[in-house]
């Protein structure tokens, strides 16, 4: 079976965002490919985060990853810092990226201007990223809009590896969603819906109760020409909207806008429509928190096959090296 793997990192609550663009993919793909999914809390350190915090949060990601419907007699689901060959990979990789193109990550650029004391880790987070993937031998990525740069490096430093030691790594797909592969802030629909940016009203929660739902898809910022087409450079706001109805009906966004005449009506079903397409995620969720071992259990199960995987692969890439066995 084709595999599949992908990361989420630990610092913050499940977004909307999230779950259209990253997770209802990782869904899917675990039916028909071996899937494995990853907390990754190392990232998470490259920003300033509280240890209690992190932790909790750590910890949360896995139960939220059970709860969008992951299912871990199909899949396998750990803590990145739970398999040691993550940062030993990262070693080796860097020492063949160049500081040049790590330079050019508009990850990079965005989070560290402005910031006088820029953390290394920062810096080389998407080399740890590519070590995360090219541990498992891995033929898809499914990730957001957002992500596609840092895969493409993965893809980089996974040819420019084979070509100087030998071939010891699978060169990885992106798989973004068509439709909903950036989710914008329903306040400010010109940025992406996001953890990092406190927006409440604009950030719609994987487990937001029904009545929060409503009142921030009402609430959504539009425009005031109140004409329906999906037109994203000029009506954002409105694209938004459709693009998220898209979603939950199947429809293109085109064929969305057709069906309706008034931004309200639109905005009510579509509020019906995300309350139903998230009521399961909150029903596992209620579920799963009131057995918390259960989920450690995953962990635990989870990282010993990944590590297993995980380490034939680096020493693959340690002898490919030159590192004596
Ligand atoms: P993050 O929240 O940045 O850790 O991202 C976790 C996953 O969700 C990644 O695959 C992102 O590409 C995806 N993602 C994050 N925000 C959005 C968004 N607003 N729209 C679509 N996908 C997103
Ligand atoms: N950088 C990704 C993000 O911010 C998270 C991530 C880390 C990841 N390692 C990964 C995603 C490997 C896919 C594959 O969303």
Request: hydrophobic share 40%.
């Amino acid at each position: 079976m084709p595999r599949v793997f992908s990361g989420v990192k630990p610092s913050g609550d499940f977004h909307l965002g999230n779950y259209i663009g990253a997770f209802r993919q990782w869904v899917a793909h675990q039916e028909d490919h071996d899937a494995l999914y990853c907390v990754v809390d190392l990232h998470a350190l490259t920003e300033e985060i509280d240890p209690e915090y992190l932790r909790r949060k750590t910890f949360e990601a896995a139960l939220n990853l059970l709860a969008v419907g992951l299912d871990p007699a199909v899949c396998t689901i750990f803590v990145q810092s739970h398999v040691p060959e993550h940062p030993r990979l990262t070693w080796l990789l860097e020492c063949s990226a160049s500081m040049g193109e790590l330079r050019r990550m508009t990850q990079f650029k965005a989070k560290g201007s402005g910031q006088e004391a820029v953390r290394v880790g920062l810096f080389t987070y998407p080399v740890l990223m590519a070590a995360d993937i090219l541990l498992y031998d891995t033929d898809l990525v499914p990730v957001g809009e957002d992500q596609r740069q840092h895969l493409e490096l993965a893809r980089e430093l996974a040819q420019r590896f084979n070509h100087r030691y030998g071939a010891t790594f699978s060169v990885p797909q992106a798989a973004t969603p068509g439709v909903g592969a950036r989710v914008m802030d329903l306040q400010h629909p010109e940025r992406k819906m996001s953890k990092s940016v406190d927006s409440p009203l604009g950030t719609v929660d994987v487990l937001d109760d029904p009545a929060d739902i409503a009142r921030k898809v009402k609430k959504a910022v539009t425009d005031t020409d109140a004409q329906m087409r999906y037109d994203p450079g000029a009506k954002p706001g409105l694209a938004n909207l459709l693009e998220l109805m898209a979603v939950v009906t199947g429809k293109g966004p085109d064929e969305v806008a057709s069906g309706y005449t008034r931004y309200g009506d639109l905005k009510a079903d579509l509020a019906d429509g995300l309350v139903e397409l998230l009521r399961p995620v909150r029903e596992r969720h209620r579920t799963l928190s009131a057995e918390p071992e259960s989920v450690h259990e995953v962990l635990r199960t989870g990282a010993a096959r990944a590590h297993e995987i995980a380490s034939a692969t680096y020493a693959r890439a340690a002898r490919a090296m030159g590192l004596l066995a």
